[in-house]
């Protein structure tokens, strides 16, 4: 499908690279095969990290300890690019190098730096990120999770829910109530105390590990805690890493789903004459392409702000909330042209809408992100 307004003109030669370089991998090695795992409810992340670890996807926006040190736009086509293939592959990526190891990058010690970073950069090792609660998801200050002093240790207690990657990780970084404020840890799985059962019967990101996290008295050496952080500017400050490719990665949804819609309509033949000469199909594309490109300039200009050193957390929510709505939007348009074929694996669109019903609420829901922007317009929080 023609870029009609020529957006990756905007991209320089290096981005359109690893634009190149995703979609193809995606092409070859997810494309084929992520229907059956949606279906199958499996994602195979030990084999498909090592090959997204050896083409500097993991953490690939971050410096150093093995990492690609690509700027922000960079990272931003590489999740539109995954998440055209799925949004459980996006998530596997953004979870990994945006909620994983940008804290330990960003808050942890020197220690903590060498010992992780290097593993999970080359999909070694698999992080997952612990903050959302069964009873606290928009309102993590009230986080039931606490850790306590005992002696030079810590103990861990509570549990966290809706973890991406957490029933296969090697370390999930936790954030827990201390005596201090909020504070994050360190944790390997292995340690025990920890465990992490899978969540089943999902009927959206199936192609994606999603379980609990339970810590029962689980012990933690002192120099488990993340030295550079207290409070929740730490949890808050990664999932804006987050949200920035969860902007970027639905555009490329959004694109999967209206490529699927035209090549239909121009193929789908109805009272003698494929469905896309019929005005009204025309009119649904139309649209359609309209709210993609919006999201996609959307995604291109705060990508220029981020790599500009002046992208604000109000911004990613703008963004997150306008392009998840396109994305969405686009991909219900879609399931109306393919009809009864919409709802089959055999296309990619109710995938993707499946899909998208769990990003339009996961890491920061719209209700949440529109008072973010209710705030930003006049002065006045509303959020209690």
């Not at 103990?155 to 990657?165: A, D, P, Q, R, V």
Request: aromatic fraction near 8%.
């Amino acid at each position: 499908m023609d870029d009609l307004l020529r957006l990756d003109d905007r991209l320089n030669s290096d981005q359109r690279l690893i634009r190149d370089t995703v979609r193809s991998f995606v092409s070859d090695r997810v494309l084929p095969y992520v229907g059956d795992w949606f279906e199958q409810g499996v994602f195979p992340a030990r084999e498909l990290a090592p090959a997204l670890g050896s083409m500097g996807l993991l953490g690939m926006h971050l410096e150093g300890y093995g990492c690609a040190g690509t700027d922000a736009t960079s990272y931003g086509v590489a999740c539109r690019e995954l998440e055209a293939g799925d949004s459980g592959l996006r998530s596997f990526v953004s979870v990994q190098g945006s909620l994983a190891m940008f804290p330990i990058w960003r808050y942890g010690s020197e220690e903590q730096k060498e010992e992780w970073l290097p593993r999970m950069a080359s999909g070694e090792a698999i992080g997952c990120f612990g903050l959302t609660e069964p009873d606290h998801g928009s309102d993590p200050a009230n986080m039931r999770t606490h850790a306590k002093k005992d002696g030079a240790d810590w103990i861990l207690n509570g549990s966290k829910m809706w973890i991406t990657n957490g029933s296969i990780a090697d370390v999930a970084v936790v954030w827990a109530q201390t005596d201090e404020g909020i504070r994050g840890f360190v944790v390997p799985t292995a340690t025990p105390g920890f465990s992490a059962p899978e969540i089943h019967k999902k009927l959206s990101l199936r192609a994606s590990v999603t379980s609990s996290l339970y810590f029962d008295d689980l012990r933690l050496p002192g120099s488990a805690a993340l030295p550079g952080v207290t409070g929740l500017k730490g949890p808050l400050s990664c999932l804006s890493e987050a949200r920035f490719g969860i902007l970027w990665g639905v555009v490329g949804a959004a694109r999967a789903c209206l490529e699927s819609a035209v090549e239909y309509a121009k193929t789908r033949v109805q009272f003698d004459k494929p469905i896309g000469a019929f005005q009204l199909t025309q009119e649904k594309l139309a649209w359609m392409y309209v709210a993609a490109a919006q999201a996609g300039l959307t995604a291109l200009h705060l990508g220029a702000l981020k790599d500009a050193g002046q992208l604000e957390p109000r911004q990613i929510s703008f963004g997150k909330l306008a392009n998840v709505r396109a994305a969405l939007d686009i991909a219900r348009q879609a399931r109306t042209i393919l009809g009864g074929n919409g709802i089959t694996l055999e296309y990619p669109v109710i995938r993707h809408m499946n899909n998208l019903e769990s990003v339009l609420t996961y890491e920061g829901t719209q209700e949440i992100h529109t008072l973010v922007l209710g705030e930003a317009l006049t002065g006045l929080p509303a959020y209690r």
